[in-house]
Each structure stands twice: as structure tokens, then as C-alpha cells.
């Protein structure tokens, strides 16, 4: 498949009458601070007929003008703090074609080829630190948009959507509004809920509470070497990303299985995420074939907008994710039960309660700065072999995202290698069903298809 690219522009919010936005930037949170430093991909598919181009371009500007993040760029404010500078430098807008039919590209593999489908971008360092740590007071740096969208069309009418974001702006629930926002731009259709941008409210308190450890979890020393001894092009040709499809019976089974527990038939089931989790981590595990005695731990991201006291709107725009850690013997996850997994992931995740985020606001304003750290976050890291990450896209609207002809037919990370990452996506057939995305070692694959299934 060749994509042809037509045309690559920057466009800027599109403001109503004689708008004239004073705002000239907006501080990062504690919570934007800890984050990756990267673009996060994602790819739509939408069958024919859809709005044309210029129609998708002008509801873009709409909802930027709504969303101005989005429209500037990383650097520091009048404060020397990180910040969003609020210039309305645009985002990129590229126009590419297929000369065939969806419908012969069909089904899209998670493969390299889908990389023609997004802008490219280069991982990169935060423009207010350097390599060694030090604050850079040049925002210069700081040019690359922080939203790109290529529109791909094909022979047949069909359209692809990919689009980045920068993970500094936004996580998954913030990103997500705002694409359905692009949606209703596009349809003329008033922009609801609107978006809550002021990320001030996370406030330390005098005294501050160090109530949890987060030295060593969200944070660690700047000396500490995030280096990897290994080549890093041989150990990314190694790993191929996977999807498995689970099915509503097949969850519905594998929860009762999780939440049933000898000598206790009054137990409250697990949550299917909780149940599809602890069955992966067992099957990742056994796919590795790691050492009994070595120590394995999921890392799980945790959304506080619920969980602090007074509760976050949901229309909140920003990072607001901490992360829970159940951890245990490779052995004993093995050996023990489904259950017993089940109950690890749950009981760490209630853990990230609003007592740690709490504990966490006050230890990043006092103690980060410090004590020198710096995140604990590497964007670099390929392989997390023998623990595991999931990020669950399961309660995000991103099938919402509706330019005017439908909801999409499809909707899908693009291409990514870091093994053991996990994604949780619900299907597109809207029955329930989850899809999830697993970069393994294809040393692993093999195993892991014979036990991804099996619930003994």
C-alpha cells in the first residue's frame, strides 16, 4: 500500500466574531510533569460517504479554538515554570490518498505499515531540561505541534484519521473529549460539555503529608541511568506487536472464574477489567518463561478524577493519572489461582485512593525539586520484561469521534514496540467485546497463542 501525500500545512483556531483570547499560557501540573514525553497515535477508519476534507479542516479549527492547548506549544512561562504557551501556532494538517480500495487493505495489521497512516514524530526532550538534568530556560526548542492529523482517503471514498497528541497536554479521558468535540464542530453542532481547563486546582497542603512513598514510584533521582545495556535495533526487530479479541462469553467466564474463591461464595466479583488483567499477566508470564523466584508487578493507570475529594469534572483538561503496582513472586502468580491475581490488581488499585493522590500533590511541590528527581516515566524503554503495563481505553469515547457520516467502522492504536505495554480497547462491534494490543518477543508469541485462551 502507498500513500501519497497531497498536502501538509499548519492550520490555527478558527475564533468567532472578535474573540480575542487573553491567556497567554498555562502552567503543567504535577500530574502533566510525570508523564511521557511523547505523541500518542491513533487511527480511524470511516466508511463512505464523509464530509470532505475542507469540512473536517473547519471543525478542527472550531474545536481548537475551544481546545487551545492543543494549538501551542511546550515551554516556560512568565514564571520559568513548564507551561503550554497559548500562541495558537497551529497544528499540522496533512492530505494524503491510496489509489485502491479500503476494502482490499482490509483487515489493518499491527505492522509498520501503519505508520504511512499519522504524521511522524520524533520522541524528543522536554524543551526545560536538558540530557543531564539541568533546567534550559530556552523555549525555543519546544516547536514540534503538539497535535498532528493526516486525513488519508482512498479510491473508494473511504477515510482514514490518524492523529498524534502530545501526552504533556492530555491523557486518554482529556484526548478523548476533545476528538468528540472535533466531531460536533464538524456537524455544526453546539461543542457540549465544555472543556475545564484551570490545572491550578491541585494545591499542596501547609503542611504538606507524605502520607505514601513516591520516591522510587512516580519519581527518582536525576543521577539515576535510564540507559539500556543492549542494541536497541536488534531488540525492537524482535518484538511484534499482537491483538487478541476476547469475546463476551469468554470474559463473562473468565470473571466468575476470577471472583470464585474456595470457602467464600459471597465474595464481590472482580471487574471484568480486573479479571481480563490478572488472566494476561498469568499468560504473559508463562509466555516468558522467567525464573520462579524472580518478581513480577503490573503497572496500572489509575484515573483520579473520581477518586480525589471534591471529585475532578470529567470535563477536566489535563494528565490526572497515578498508577498502582500489584506485585508478586513469578512462582506464586503462577502456581495460585486466577483469583489470587484478581485480588492483587484490585486491592493495589483501591490503594490509589485520594489519601495518595493527595500524598503525591504535596511530595511533588516540596520534595521533587528538593531532593533533585525527576520522572520515574521513560519514553525509551522498549522492553519491561518481567513486569507488565496497561493503559485501558475501555470507558473513553473515542468511537464518538462523528465528522458528520457516522461513527468510525474503525478505531485502533497505530504501530508501537515497547514489550509487555498493553492496550485494552472495546470492540467495534459494540457488543462488549475487548480487543487488546500486546507487544511480545516473537520468541513469545508462540506460547502465549496457546495460553492467551485457556483459562486452566
Excluded at 496500572?300 to 475529594?309: K, P, Q, T, Y
Excluded at 508501537?416 to 480497547?425: D, H
Aim: hydrophobic share 40%; charged share 20%.
Amino acid at each position: 500500500m502507498e500513500v501519497k501525500i497531497m498536502s501538509s500545512r499548519i492550520i490555527k483556531p478558527l475564533y468567532e466574531g472578535n474573540h480575542s483570547p487573553i491567556t497567554n499560557s498555562i502552567s503543567l501540573s504535577v500530574f502533566d510533569k510525570i508523564t511521557y514525553d511523547t505523541h500518542i497515535a491513533i487511527i480511524y477508519a470511516y466508511r463512505p460517504p464523509t464530509p470532505p476534507n475542507g469540512a473536517i479542516e473547519v471543525g478542527l479549527q472550531k474545536a481548537l479554538a475551544v481546545y487551545r492547548e492543543w494549538a501551542g506549544r511546550l515551554g516556560i512561562d512568565d514564571n520559568g515554570e513548564p507551561a503550554i504557551l497559548l500562541n495558537d501556532e497551529g497544528v499540522k494538517f496533512i492530505e494524503a490518498y491510496v489509489d485502491s480500495t479500503l476494502d482490499q487493505e482490509l483487515p489493518f495489521k499491527s505492522s509498520p505499515s501503519l505508520l504511512s497512516f499519522h504524521p511522524s514524530w520524533k520522541p524528543k526532550v522536554c524543551p526545560w531540561v536538558l540530557e543531564d538534568g539541568h533546567e534550559e530556560k530556552d523555549s525555543s526548542e519546544g516547536v514540534i505541534e503538539l497535535v498532528q492529523v493526516q486525513l488519508t482517503r482512498f479510491k473508494c471514498g473511504s477515510l482514514v484519521v490518524g492523529f498524534t497528541a502530545h501526552h504533556f497536554v492530555a491523557d486518554g479521558n482529556s484526548t478523548s473529549n476533545f476528538l468528540v468535540a472535533w466531531g460536533q464542530a464538524c456537524r455544526g453542532v453546539e461543542i457540549s460539555p465544555l472543556p475545564f481547563h484551570d490545572r491550578t486546582i491541585f494545591t499542596p497542603r501547609n503542611p504538606p503529608v507524605f502520607e505514601f512513598e513516591h520516591k522510587g514510584v512516580e519519581f527518582i533521582c536525576k543521577n539515576f541511568s535510564k540507559a539500556h545495556n543492549f542494541n536497541h535495533n536488534s531488540i525492537v526487530d524482535n518484538i511484534v506487536l499482537h491483538k487478541v479479541h476476547y469475546t463476551v462469553e469468554f470474559l463473562a467466564k473468565l470473571k466468575v472464574k476470577a471472583s470464585s474463591t474456595k470457602g467464600n461464595n459471597n465474595i464481590k466479583p472482580f471487574s471484568t477489567f480486573e479479571s481480563l488483567l490478572a488472566h494476561l499477566w498469568r499468560a504473559i508470564t508463562k509466555s516468558r518463561r522467567l525464573s520462579e523466584l524472580e518478581t513480577t508487578h503490573v503497572r496500572i493507570s489509575v484515573d483520579g478524577r473520581h477518586r480525589l475529594n471534591p471529585k475532578v469534572p470529567n470535563e477536566y483538561v489535563g494528565n490526572l493519572v497515578l498508577w498502582a503496582f500489584p506485585t508478586t513472586k513469578v512462582k506464586t502468580l503462577l502456581e495460585e489461582p486466577l483469583s489470587y491475581a484478581a485480588k492483587l490488581i484490585h486491592d493495589a488499585i483501591k490503594k490509589v485512593n485520594n489519601n495518595y493522590f493527595r500524598s503525591f500533590i504535596d511530595f511533588a511541590n516540596y520534595k521533587v525539586k528538593e531532593e533533585n528527581l525527576m520522572t520515574s516515566a521513560d519514553i525509551n524503554k522498549d522492553v519491561y520484561c518481567p513486569n507488565v503495563e496497561v493503559d485501558s481505553w475501555l470507558r473513553f469515547p473515542f468511537y464518538d469521534l462523528d465528522f458528520g457520516g457516522g461513527c468510525p467502522y474503525i478505531f485502533m492504536p497505530s504501530y508501537y514496540q515497547a514489550e509487555g505495554v498493553m492496550l485494552f480497547l472495546p470492540s467495534y462491534t459494540g457488543d462488549g467485546s475487548i480487543e487488546v494490543y500486546i507487544p511480545l518477543f516473537e520468541d513469545n508469541l508462540a506460547t502465549f497463542k496457546q495460553v492467551c485462551y485457556n483459562m486452566d
